[in-house]
């Protein structure tokens, strides 16, 4: 059976430790040298890039989130053994764990890991579509004749220079599509390299609970849990007819991923859908000029992103979640797409008026979406707002001396509040 030592690279057969260097850390499976489609995910990037920067954080539990009211946005895989998760609110991130350390975001630093990953990436093959800062699809048909060797010796190549050069580990994921590459990039995890072959993928899926597949939440699972469906194996016995019939498109895509099929290419131009920002309050707030404030910061937010990705959005969105965790979302498509925060804001801020039942807001959030080039962008105008022309003027000048002398070279009154 075809062997690859993760630590030296050696290539060999059957033996479950290395023949070169005795590394227990092997990976050994039929259909090794054949598969072509890898997910890489890294292991706890935020809590990853912080115990690098700061050695001093090696063996303690660490989270990444902010304020007793967020949420965790990661934790290192100690905290994750006291039960901390991604998501999961601050408070009872710290009831699980009391003695973690607790550190806010820098997404500057993340930003630049994630870049530096990604050139790694790109040494490997251009068919690379990124999920996030810190997972991405590898497409690596064809690239054996160019590195001279099979994908796999590459991925585990890939992930050693990542802990070499870069300080940081991941885990890949290698099967014959993108939907098992993900599924086997969790399972050997931290710093792990798992394969699912042709000739075992019905066995492999049989068993396994359908939540195993990606984008089936909490209401999905419950609609499958109302059809007895809680396995792969009751997927199977439906007719696809049927559970197109009960569950839409839903349906005909569990049909397939039920078999283990998953015709969607690696695209490295995967289309961005949308462009948003939110904030969870330290305290609730029903302060209307507070909240404004907030909408217009986050409009603002927004607007760069767009600006930076040369995008517009023809639909602004408003979130609100309320003191009680119910949510609330309004939205409005616009006679045509924009980019500019003053034309958001005011929508998003119109959207906020027309809630009848005002309360207290523990999180808010403000978007766009339904993205286009920028080049059709805030074209029409409006007849019954005729200083709207100025504003926009007013706008991309002051993006003019933001570019040159920094995002808080000129701020509005209404970010102050």
Same mark, same amino acid.
């Given at each position: 059976?075809p062997?690859?030592?993760?630590?030296c690279?050696?290539?060999?057969?059957?033996?479950?430790?290395?023949?070169a260097?005795a590394?227990? @850390?092997?990976?050994?499976?039929?259909?090794?040298?054949?598969?072509?489609?890898?997910?890489?995910?890294?292991d706890?990037?935020?809590?990853?890039?912080?115990?690098?920067d700061?050695?001093?954080?090696e063996?303690?539990p660490? +989270?990444i989130?902010?304020?007793?009211?967020?949420?965790?946005?990661?934790?290192?895989?100690v905290?994750?053994?006291?039960?901390?998760r991604?998501?999961?609110?601050?408070?009872?991130?710290?009831? *699980?764990?009391? !003695?973690?350390?607790?550190? &806010?975001?820098?997404? !500057?630093?993340?930003?630049?890991?994630?870049?530096? +990953?990604?050139a790694?990436?790109?040494?490997l093959?251009?068919? =690379?579509?990124?999920?996030s800062?810190?997972?991405?699809?590898?497409?690596?048909?064809?690239?054996?004749?160019?590195?001279g060797?099979? /994908?796999?010796?590459? *991925?585990?190549?890939?992930?050693?220079?990542?802990?070499?050069?870069?300080?940081l580990?991941?885990?890949?994921?290698l099967?014959?599509?993108?939907?098992l590459?993900?599924?086997?990039?969790?399972?050997?995890?931290? %710093?792990?390299?798992?394969? =699912?072959?042709?000739?075992?993928?019905?066995?492999? *899926? &049989?068993?396994k609970?359908?939540?195993m +597949?990606?984008?089936?939440?909490?209401?999905?699972?419950?609609?499958l849990?109302?059809?007895?469906?809680? %396995?792969?194996?009751?997927?199977?016995?439906w007719?696809?007819?049927?559970?197109?019939?009960r569950?839409?498109?839903?349906?005909? &895509?569990?049909y %397939?991923?039920?078999r283990?099929?998953?015709?969607?290419?690696?695209?490295a131009?995967? /289309?961005?859908?949308? +462009?948003?920002?939110?904030?969870t309050?330290?305290?609730?707030?029903?302060?209307?000029?507070?909240?404004?404030?907030?909408?217009w910061?986050?409009?603002?937010?927004?607007?760069?992103?767009?600006?930076?990705? $040369?995008?517009a959005?023809?639909?602004?969105?408003?979130? *609100?979640?309320?003191?009680?965790?119910?949510l609330?979302?309004r939205?409005?498509?616009?006679s045509?797409?924009?980019?500019?925060?003053?034309r958001?804001y005011?929508?998003?801020?119109?959207?906020?008026?027309?809630? $009848?039942?005002?309360g207290?807001?523990?999180?808010?959030?403000?978007? =766009?979406s339904?993205l286009?080039?920028?080049?059709?962008?805030?074209?029409?105008?409006?007849?019954?707002?005729?200083?709207?022309?100025? @504003?926009?003027?007013?706008? @991309?000048?002051?993006?003019?001396i933001?570019?040159?002398?920094?995002?808080?070279?000129i701020?509005?009154? &209404?970010?102050?509040?």
């Amino acid at each position: 059976m075809p062997a690859l030592c993760r630590d030296c690279l050696t290539q060999f057969e059957n033996a479950r430790r290395c023949p070169a260097c005795a590394s227990p @850390r092997v990976t050994r499976h039929p259909e090794l040298w054949d598969l072509t489609i890898a997910h890489m995910d890294c292991d706890a990037f935020y809590a990853s890039v912080e115990k690098r920067d700061d050695p001093s954080l090696e063996g303690k539990p660490v +989270i990444i989130g902010g304020g007793h009211r967020g949420v965790v946005s990661t934790a290192c895989y100690v905290a994750r053994i006291r039960g901390v998760r991604s998501a999961m609110p601050m408070f009872q991130a710290l009831k *699980l764990c009391p !003695e973690a350390v607790v550190i &806010r975001p820098r997404m !500057e630093e993340y930003v630049k890991a994630s870049r530096a +990953i990604r050139a790694l990436m790109e040494e490997l093959t251009p068919a =690379i579509e990124p999920l996030s800062l810190d997972e991405a699809f590898l497409d690596m048909s064809g690239t054996t004749r160019l590195h001279g060797a099979p /994908p796999a010796v590459m *991925l585990a190549r890939l992930v050693r220079r990542m802990k070499t050069e870069l300080g940081l580990t991941g885990s890949i994921g290698l099967s014959h599509n993108k939907f098992l590459a993900k599924i086997a990039s969790d399972l050997d995890k931290p %710093h792990g390299f798992s394969v =699912i072959g042709r000739a075992e993928t019905a066995d492999f *899926l &049989r068993d396994k609970p359908v939540r195993m +597949i990606w984008g089936v939440g909490a209401a999905a699972q419950a609609s499958l849990d109302k059809a007895g469906i809680r %396995h792969f194996s009751d997927l199977l016995r439906w007719e696809k007819s049927d559970l197109v019939a009960r569950f839409g498109g839903m349906g005909d &895509r569990l049909y %397939h991923l039920a078999r283990g099929e998953d015709r969607r290419r690696v695209s490295a131009h995967a /289309p961005l859908k949308s +462009i948003s920002k939110e904030t969870t309050f330290n305290e609730d707030t029903s302060d209307p000029e507070l909240l404004d404030g907030h909408i217009w910061r986050m409009a603002v937010q927004v607007a760069d992103r767009a600006k930076a990705k $040369n995008l517009a959005g023809r639909v602004v969105t408003l979130k *609100l979640k309320r003191s009680n965790h119910t949510l609330l979302s309004r939205r409005l498509a616009l006679s045509d797409p924009t980019q500019l925060a003053d034309r958001i804001y005011r929508t998003a801020r119109g959207l906020f008026d027309q809630i $009848n039942e005002k309360g207290s807001y523990r999180l808010l959030g403000c978007g =766009i979406s339904d993205l286009s080039d920028a080049a059709d962008a805030d074209k029409l105008g409006d007849l019954l707002d005729p200083d709207a022309a100025r @504003r926009t003027e007013a706008e @991309r000048a002051t993006d003019v001396i933001r570019t040159r002398f920094g995002a808080d070279a000129i701020v509005k009154g &209404r970010t102050l509040r």
